[in-house]
Every structure is written in structure tokens, then in C-alpha cells.
Nanobody
Framework: HVQLVESGGGSVQAGGSLRLSCSAS????????MAWFRQAPGKEREGTAS????????YYDDSVKGRFTISQDKAKVTVYLQMNSLNVEDAGMYYC?????????????????WGQGTQVTVS
């Protein structure tokens, strides 16, 4: 049973930064990918950044390129999302996800395992 726990959300002023963390337990594969998604009220869940566990290759949505950085600590099975230059459009619930096969690194339908989310508010 895979369990993902996110942390690091909070309230920040526009232009500020936050660092999200996601720890995975029960995921025993050295393959697949971990990703961060976000969902604003009334909107669909969208992918922001993804990292392939074995290679470290990263993918970003155009809306966050140059501002967000995804990284991982393989030993801790933890993924991070450094978010800089935040704006109000970045606000929402941020979810961590992991999938062994990762057919689409930024598509929600491609992920089986999800965390409960951490809230990001930008004012």
C-alpha cells in the first residue's frame, strides 16, 4: 500500500516562495515518476512538474517553467517542489502523485497513487 504525505503549503504574498515536500512510503520501485499537481476551486486538476525516479529527468508545465523546480531524494523516497515568484494563479491545493509506469508525466489520469494535498494561498 503506497502512502504519500505532502507538507510545506501555506500562505504567501505574490512574488514569494514556498517549498513543498512529499514523502512516499510503501513504494518499492526504483522506476516510474513522482509529480506535483494542483487544483484551484472550480478548475480541473493540472500537472505542474514531474520527475522520473531512475533518471532524474524532469518535466514542467509551461505555466511554471523557470519558476518551479522539482527534485528528489531517492534515499528518503521524497520529492520536493521549490516554487518561486508565486502569483495568484498558482494558488490551489497541491497534490503529490507517484506511478510505476508513468505513461504521461503531467496527466492526472496516468497516476494511481495520490496524497491528500497541501494548500497554497497566494495573495
Amino acid at each position: 500500500h503506497v502512502q504519500l504525505v505532502e507538507s510545506g503549503g501555506g500562505s504567501v504574498q505574490a512574488g514569494g516562495s514556498l517549498r513543498l515536500s512529499c514523502s512516499a512510503s510503501g513504494y518499492t520501485y526504483n522506476t516510474g515518476c513522482m509529480a506535483w499537481f494542483r487544483q484551484a476551486p472550480g478548475k480541473e486538476r493540472e500537472g505542474t512538474a514531474s520527475i522520473f525516479i531512475r533518471t532524474g529527468s524532469t518535466y514542467y508545465d509551461d505555466s511554471v517553467k523557470g519558476r518551479f523546480t522539482i527534485s528528489q531524494d531517492k534515499a528518503k523516497v521524497t520529492v520536493y517542489l521549490q516554487m518561486n515568484s508565486l502569483n495568484v494563479e498558482d494558488a490551489g491545493m497541491y497534490y503529490c502523485a507517484v506511478d510505476r509506469y508513468c505513461p504521461a508525466p503531467l496527466a492526472p489520469h496516468g497516476f494511481e497513487n495520490w496524497g491528500q494535498g497541501t494548500q497554497v494561498t497566494v495573495s
